[in-house]
């Protein structure tokens, strides 16, 4: 299911409520997106379409470059695990023997070099032009558009390296730009499942198959975390989703694995929560989603009871090994990016004799 073009988010409810109105006045519907709009983009990060060879390529040290491939794979790879490390790895030692290429293996190498440091950087919200890694980032990003403008779903390298050109983006805190690039990476890959419909349905493919399929799921949530607070065009990827089981790895899964499955399922939980909560609304950019009918109101107890048996049955299919304590705190960084359940199971409807109200509350996995 997708988010209905018609729903609200979190932050604009909150900002249309009645005492943020009376602190602030009218909130304009999309300011955030308007803002976006308008934020200045640094020349290295805009999306100029170059010809190949007037790309400058960078000069790769392995002193310089194999510990930001060690922090891509410790702190990137276990939260977005598209790609099979021993396959980058054979590629990342071909690029450094042959140095840099205009071709989407380098641009791949490139762009997770960037992420390995932009990853491991505090981020610098005073500074308008932070940009850990750019000097990788940007010849990377103008050679996949330059491949993308003639690819029609030949290479599976594009897909993923659009997919963590996305990512590098939203690490800076740039959300339509990593929608502009998410979009392409699910309108490449939408071409696999045109041509493989049912080896990807049944997850009866080799590991290039199931590459694939942990690009359709990371594109997935990627591209709804972006849609769930503003309103753009969708890509229509989850209709293929809907459709597609979850992936799995070759040989012993590792626990960041699972969590990251866990992940994808509560994505899919949400988008279903978007769905029913906004699916009868009529279109527009969120204004009208809070003037329901009476009797989509009437409904909602019954709505927020099933949704929540919902969310339910999917902790408790959680694997032990990654199921969050619901009763004590986070104690570390992975625990805190992997507790979704810990917040989401507190959702809650609260009645009151004089006002009858109900109030469903639930986050997001954000990056």
Known sequence: MDIPLSHSSTTGNLLRSAPAKALLGHYPADLFLHIELRRPIPEGLR?????????????????????????????????????????????????????PRP???SALVLVVLALGTVAAETPNRMDACWSP????????VRLLLTESLCSFGGDPLLPQALYLAALYYSYLSRPLLAWRLVHMASTDVQHYWIRSEKLLRDG?????????????????????????????????????VDKLPYPWSDGPSEPYMHR??????SRRLLNRIHYVLYAEAEPGTGDS?????????SNLP??????????????????????????????????????????????????????????????????
């Open 289 to 297: 989603a809070g003037d329901s009918s009476e009797e989509t109101l």
């Open 260 to 265: 990251w499955l866990a992940d994808l399922s």
């Open 204 to 240: 009866a493919g080799g590991s290039q198959d199931q590459s694939i399929l942990r690009v359709f799921w990371a594109i997935l949530v990627l591209e709804c975390d972006i849609l769930a607070e503003h309103h753009l065009p969708r890509s229509g990827i989850e209709k293929i």
């Open 103 to 105: 071709d989407l293996s």
């Open 133 to 140: 890694g750019i000097r990788y980032f940007t010849p990377a």
């Open 302 to 367: 019954n709505l927020a009871h099933e949704l929540n048996r919902q969310l339910g049955a999917w902790y408790h299919l959680l694997p032990h090994s990654i199921r969050p304590n619901l009763d004590s705190p986070p104690i570390g960084i992975d625990d805190t990016m992997y507790t979704v359940a810990d917040i989401s199971m507190q959702w809650n409807m609260q009645f009151t004799h004089q006002q009858p109200h109900w109030r469903i509350s639930y986050t997001e996995p954000w990056l």
């Open 47 to 99: 999306l100029n379409a170059v010809p190949a060879s007037q790309i400058d390529l960078p000069s790769l040290s392995p002193n310089e470059t194999d510990h930001l491939v060690r922090n891509y794979f410790q702190l990137v790879h276990r939260f977005h695990p598209i790609l099979d490390q021993r396959a980058f790895y054979e590629l990342y030692d071909q690029t450094l023997d042959h140095g």
